[in-house]
């Protein structure tokens, strides 16, 4: 029979039909069920075929409509194109090649399964309770590990109104070096202070000189070595800010800085000795109940 150009029209429209059609099933929320029938055929190649059940396991639950039927038409897109490379890369690669990749993804299969596993047993064993003396301990002994990225300081600050006739009693018991004044310094913060730190703890520079007004100190690091106070005013208050202690960077960071990475590394101690005595576990369960054999030993 003599194919005619009406024809292939209509043999054209009929195939973009039935192509709409399957995306329709694919998008409807009703249908993304397999049939207990048959399984929608949505691509093929020579060696591979991608059915609706499949692609419904991987559509995300939120999407509807024309995203789902987007993502239905891109998915479909790249596995017909991942699949003819793998085709062409099985026919060209060689035997031992292609027993290498195999190798190679059977190591990894393997080394994904005991990794989770790992994961696991330790989600369902692992102490997570780290103890402030336990901390210590462990800076006591490695602490000269833990530097400084950034330089930090002992500051006191100091925040009062305006309205307060007291400037110059502040002034002299914050350059004091008498730990007397300290107390007499802090017990009136504690009564006449808007904000105050007196300095006990340690702090980046950067945070420290950030409860000043902005531009009241142009030279941070030169306020931090020179030990020099530095007064500033607005409208409502006065402010005084002196540096009684600083470390500079790559120095060893106090025990305040380090905490936080302790406990990590505790914690990563607890995990490989948790990973550690379950390995020896296993193996001693097997011994004793026979399931291996070494031939070389």
Known sequence: MKTTSSNIKTLHIS??????????????????????????????????????????????????????VQFVQNYVDKWIHNRLMLERAIANIDADGYESIENMVNDYRTA???????????????????????????????????LLDSCAVKAIFVQIPQSLPDGAQVRNLIRSNNPDDLVKLEEFCYKNARNFDVGTDW???????????????????????????????DSLYSYFFI???????????PLIFA???????????????????????????AVNKQRFTNYVN
Not at 36 to 57: E, M, P, R
Not at 243 to 253: M, S
Not at 259 to 284: G, Q, W
Request: proline share 2%; charged share 25%.
């Open 203 to 233: 702090r980046y520079l950067s945070d420290a000189v950030r409860q000043m007004p902005q531009g009241s100190i142009s030279n941070p690091m030169a306020v931090a070595k020179n030990g020099k106070c530095i007064e500033a005013h």
């Open 15 to 68: 195939l973009a039909i039935a192509a709409i059609a399957i995306v329709a099933v694919v998008a409807s929320c009703q249908l993304w069920a397999k049939n207990t029938h048959d399984d929608t055929v949505l691509a093929k190649t020579s060696s591979a075929v991608l059915t609706l059940s499949q692609v419904n396991k991987l559509v995300p639950a939120n999407l509807k409509g024309a995203d789902s």
């Open 243 to 253: 540096v009684k202690d600083f470390l500079d960077v790559n120095e060893q960071a």
């Open 112 to 146: 994904l399964l005991v990794y989770k596993y790992q994961q696991l047993y330790i989600e369902q064993n692992l102490d997570t309770l780290i103890l402030d003396s336990q901390i210590a301990e462990h800076y006591e002994k490695y602490g000269n590990n833990f």
């Open 259 to 285: 905490k936080e990475k302790i406990r990590e590394i505790l914690l990563n101690h607890r995990k490989n000795d948790l990973i550690r005595n379950l390995e020896i576990k296993i193996y001693v369960d």
